[in-house]
């Protein structure tokens, strides 16, 4: 399909590639600037208490110790997405995460001692850690805002048709609760920060940040410092995830040390730590009923879905606005109703994580689907495919499909891993499927949605974009590179990818929505047409041409259908800049998606196009253990274009293995609010011993929209993967596993339910 | 005169004062990049020697050596203005500065001791180190491509009018020979070059340079890699005055030591290094020859140059065209005449240095006015006043004055010292004076002479400006910061510049020529303007008023006329961001002055305006010693509009005290061709107790072109110093120097001669 393009479709290494596996390239973890001090953090060791006193003054006379702060030295100021989150925590602790003091010191072994010499008299105070108990009447109070310990700005409802009468239509209803765990994203790269001020007072925050230009405005407000006079760098970081969206207290909390310290502060996330205080993927508690006719029509579905929240709101709390879109529109479904409660409960916090929340709606609404085809007595293939949407269908809840691949996913997907030869076999092998819908157009959750990008072309040919965008070590740099060398038509190597300083970069509103290539590709190839344009112009005038006779690929400017005949384009740059009217090739592109905002009852188009996909598995469950294998998974994505085949296969290989580790490996495990096992030896993360065969399937759809048709396809690689793993269970061994992630043990124990259940039938 | 501007003409720090005074900047000098190792050059022993064999087998196995490069190591290219000048010397050396053999390893320690482990044996050539001896039949030959020792594309003859029929006409023929010595720039920051190769091949220069651009081409000419690939850096540095124009053989040898070695290499000058392989002013041989009429009409000026170009040519060498401007325009004078040579020799080579040969033409050719007026026995102010130029004169060479403060700085500059009542009155104390002219408005010496701009205004109001321009110390930064805020309408403390990083700046010649202020000032002007537009208009479209009725000013859009009612200019800025057809202000400028090319009669208008300044100073002359003092020093310089007025005398200051040193204290000498006082216990430079009294006078001439009027004014600051003084020595003692410096032994010599001839007159 690409045999057109030079660039787009090619499998182009990742520019940074080289850098990463050399070790040449300096992590932020690894950075080192003069007279810089380490900073580390005092954490609560209660759940839930009043703080009585804190005590730093044996700290604060340790030699080495440069600054020592409490929320006593620094403005009460609330930060995150609902201002619900002191930086340091006075009056009292909330959570096993709450941070109470910091310290500066000249070194991390210092720093680590200073706070074992910090006291802290605490009033324990009693303690909740399940959602549903935090909001019966007579639960502990965790902010005194909310006496019913919900986050009132995400209780929310909606509604498309009506389920009621619906319900009463269908020919097959059922009803079930599913349970979703606490996950973390065990990013390679943990959290750090390095704040230095100029002396001319102007801040530096070298930061993980997925999200600089919010971020800049977000550590503006937590500092009381004029944003005018803060400049954010992402550094080199390894992974974000979601996990890097928000600014988290860690961030201010450093800042303040270097303000105090009057010298540079890094803060570098052990990783315990990172386990413990960075946020989790929320748990969920879904009930979920869903109604069809006899022939397989889908006519409703009604979800009550409770969130914890933990302590303090992240942008993580928005999550259900994501999986909204799932239960409102992943296939056609005339009548929806959802109503979902987020309650603060006194467990660390949760974040936004890769699919922010469609992971979760996707493995309860999917692994529905199958239960409802069982019911129906059809093959979950073949309900699918007759619910799939299609190209065009307008949703209940106003999202406009435009390019659609799903019954190509669905189809090809079952096919890549045998699916009509191997499903409700006997034996202990069952295949299953899931499928996913997600934005793929950039996601309108902030006024701007847009990105902009300069583009310069040098005399000599060397091309630099300064992209808005975010590389967090997704590729993103290398698929703009080759969009700016698809539309200027010069190689990619030429092109070199400058971004995510404040400072220079223009703005975009970040990392997240798997929304880069969509939009800051739209934005960078706007900004390459209009050099290309420039230097075919001034082509003209050199070789005294029309432009429309001209055309530019590789580098060679030629003249239409006699490409054997042609000048270097740099040379065509110089005949511009060096003429006496000359000018450089320094263009601007700024891309704004055209969707809209969610109106007050949810409804819009907030994303300029829409992604696909479907994972068919093959497992085998051994029922003397109850360990599940996975087989096989076959992985058919709708991704518009794969503008870079490798780079979106090595999204795809890297979401299944965090779909696998949710549904089969992975969970924070937490008593009384402290976590029990943060660490990689006991948080048990995939291993390529775990991996199964991946076959990709790339559905090219072409959207009209992306930039040479490509969409957004970096989240749903990890959402299909649990469902689809629980619906093969299901088909092996006649288990339904509703709350993950599925171990040996739930498998055992489901199995012997269910042999118990056949003895007493009989 | 500047009542009308916010940030124009205010007294604006520095930006980069704080971070300089504190300590906090990290000059190049102090980088450290990892596994950076230090470069060491081994120089001849001889002025001119056959290299007969080096032997680099003991460097090359001392433990902490990482890499020995000879010119066999590396490509045959030879660098420089003329192309005449191998990186690394094989064959034969032509100066005791020739780069034979270089060394990188683990310390500075090693690498030094390295160098003494290299033995290269020589056979001395005959030598010659006058450029008078060195175009004589006979001479030894340099380079064998200039059998003759001349470099002839320097060669150059140009006239107007026609001299000898006007000499015939002068009433008044006087003619005399001046010599002007090796002088050198003294930077603060010595020469240094750090460069590294990423691991995907890019290589980074950090970089003394004050041409990053030109620097970038003439890096890959050098060293054979595509300018694609190359990025350069220019870093903090301690000064420039010109030695930092041309890419010196050090920088190409670091990068083959860090290709060699496989990891960064720095090579830092010491100040001995400094000092002998560093460049110099050129030392100038100058028959000047000129006639005027009994009124004071000047009519005619014929003068002969030879330099002396030590043994390679810089861009240093073509410094005759700038002389060429003063002879032919500096004052109204209807014939002239130049030729000019310039002569290999086997002294260390020259090169570019404030005032680009200006120094050295202004000094003869003021000498000669004062002493032309003192044949006509006029005021050499009034002779001067008499054939100033005037605004709207056309030169000879085609140069087009268009503003003209000249009288007003004759007249002030006078007055200032109490030229009228001083002036030849008996007792040891004088008066002189002496003016200059010099390109104010860029300098078309490169097929562009353009700068561009990029400026961003970002949600909250930072505007950045991202400038081709460099500072390197002059404080360009702070001016270009003040014609962004007073264009936009914005405070200076919103405004942070970026500069010279070749991939990330649009394009700029180089600082060269005091254009900046000019050329790179009208550049983010226009990028300002443009970036004001669009937030009136988006300020119009947000308040429903026509953009005609509004204005911007100090951060604040209001009516015209009706500055008390006003929105923040940043919410106005967002206004336009998040509306649904939103746009960022990201806005570029470019700069190409209307100036001309000189045609090959050496005819043109190079510049868009042009600078003038009188320096008028009183000295007193100690008859006993021989020693000259300066009492006060009165600077008229005609600037267009001081722009930073601090600055503005910051720059007058630094060139009067380089000027002072020219005109009394500064020689590099030299022996067989090695330097004898490579320190600065033996070179004297003046400091704080030669500095006298100094008043600037700032003559406002307010320039079309120019950015709020403004011209360059830099290097004009230390150019009449010199002849200012010597001039004010004759009027005091009656003695005239015609070489500099003028040591306490000349002019008692001088005295002793005048005296032995007063006698022999009785």
Redesign the interface.
């Known amino acids: 399909m690409s045999e057109e393009f030079s660039f787009v479709g090619k499998r182009v290494p990742k520019?940074?590639?080289?850098?990463k596996?050399?070790g040449?390239?300096?992590y932020g973890h690894d950075m080192k600037v003069?007279r810089m001090l380490y900073g580390k953090i005092l954490r609560s060791e209660h759940a839930h208490a009043r703080i009585l006193s804190v005590d730093t003054s044996r700290a604060r006379a340790l030699s080495g110790v440069k600054a020592v702060i409490t929320a006593e030295d620094i403005p009460e100021v609330k930060i995150g997405w609902a201002r619900d989150h002191p930086v340091l925590k006075s009056g009292k602790v909330r959570s096993t995460r709450d941070e109470i003091a910091a310290v500066a010191a000249v070194d991390e072994d210092t720093a680590r001692e200073a706070l074992e010499l910090i006291t802290v008299e605490y009033e324990e105070l009693p303690a909740v850690f399940d959602p549903e108990e935090a909001m019966r009447p007579g639960a502990p109070v965790i902010h005194e805002e909310a006496p019913n310990n919900i986050q009132e700005k995400m209780r929310q409802s909606y509604y498309h048709g009506d389920v009621q009468e619906s319900f009463a239509d269908s020919d097959v209803v059922i009803e079930d609760r599913f349970k979703l765990p606490f996950v973390t994203h065990c990013c390679m790269g943990t959290c750090f920060c390095l704040a230095s001020f100029?002396?001319?007072?102007?801040l530096t925050v070298w930061s993980s940040t997925q999200m600089p230009?919010l971020y800049?405005?977000d550590l503006?407000m937590a500092l009381g410092i004029?944003?005018?006079k803060i400049?954010v760098i992402k550094a080199v970081i390894g992974g974000g995830f979601g996990s890097k969206l928000d600014m988290y207290p860690f961030e201010p909390i450093c800042v303040f040390l270097a303000q105090k310290a009057g010298c540079p502060v890094k803060i570098t996330f052990t990783r315990e730590e990172e386990f413990m205080a960075s946020p989790t993927r929320q748990p969920v508690i879904c009930d979920i009923k869903s109604g069809a006719k006899k022939d397989g029509t889908l006519l409703a579905r009604e979800v009550r879905m409770i969130l914890d929240n933990g302590a303090y709101s992240s942008w993580g709390s928005t999550t259900p606005l994501v999986m909204m879109l799932t239960i409102s529109s992943l296939y056609r479904v005339p009548n929806v109703k959802y109503d979902v409660t987020v309650a603060y409960t006194n467990n660390p916090y949760s974040g936004a994580m890769r699919g922010y929340g469609n992971p979760q709606a996707t493995f309860v609404l999917e692994s529905h689907m199958d239960m409802l085809a069982h019911e129906l007595g059809m093959d979950p293939m073949e309900f699918r495919l007759k619910n799939a949407n299609r190209p065009g269908d307008v949703t209940g809840q106003g999202v406009k499909i435009s390019t659609c691949g799903l019954t190509e996913c669905i189809e090809s997907a079952a096919q890549s891993i045998g699916w009509k030869q191997k499903r409700a076999k006997p034996g202990n092998r069952g295949v299953g499927m899931a499928s996913v819908f997600h934005v793929g157009g950039g996601a309108r959750i902030y006024?701007?949605d847009?990105c902009?990008s300069?583009v310069?072309v040098?005399?000599?040919?060397?091309v630099?974009l300064?992209t808005g965008s975010t590389d967090m070590g997704q590729g993103s740099d290398t698929v703009l590179a080759q969009i700016v060398a698809e539309e200027l038509g010069v190689p990619v190597?030429?092109i070199?990818v400058?971004n995510t300083d404040?400072?220079?970069t223009?703005?975009d509103v970040g990392a997240h929505a798997s929304r880069t290539t969509f939009i800051a590709g739209n934005s960078a190839r706007l900004a390459a047409a209009d050099a290309k344009r420039q230097i075919l112009e001034a082509a003209a005038q050199t070789l005294g041409d029309k432009v429309e006779n001209l055309d530019m690929k590789d580098g060679k400017v030629f003249l239409k259908g006699e490409p054997e005949e042609w000048v270097p384009f740099a040379k065509m740059v110089r005949s511009k800049?060096?003429r006496?009217?000359?000018?450089?090739i320094?263009?601007?592109g700024?891309y704004?998606p055209p969707t809209e905002k969610q109106d007050k009852e949810f409804r819009g188009n907030i994303s300029a196009t829409y992604s696909f996909a479907t994972q068919a598995v093959e497992v085998e469950v051994d029922t003397e253990t109850g360990e599940v294998t996975v087989l096989k998974i076959g992985a058919a994505h709708d991704v518009g274009r794969a503008i870079n085949p490798m780079a979106v296969e090595g999204q795809i290989h890297g979401g299944v293995s965090m779909g696998l580790g949710y549904a089969l490996y992975e969970e924070v495990l937490l008593e009384e609010g402290k976590m029990l096992n943060p660490n990689f030896a006991d948080y048990a993360l995939p291993t390529a011993l775990e991996m199964p065969p991946i076959e990709t399937i790339l559905i090219e759809t072409d959207d009209p929209a992306g930039p040479f048709g490509a969409k957004g396809m970096a989240e749903p690689a990890n959402i299909p993967t649990a469902p689809a793993i629980a619906n093969a269970v299901y088909d092996a061994v006649g288990v339904r596993i509703r709350d993950l992630p599925i171990t040996p043990e739930k498998v055992l124990r489901a199995l012997r339910e269910k042999a118990e259940k056949a003895q007493e039938g009989k």
């Open positions: 520019l940074d590639a080289p850098g596996v050399t040449q390239l300096v003069p100029s002396s001319s007072g102007e230009f800049q405005r503006s004029p944003a005018t400049r006024p701007s847009g902009g300069t310069k040098d005399d000599f040919g060397k630099t300064i190597e030429n070199t400058v404040t400072n220079i223009p703005w800049h060096f006496p009217d000359g000018d450089v320094l263009t601007r700024w704004e």
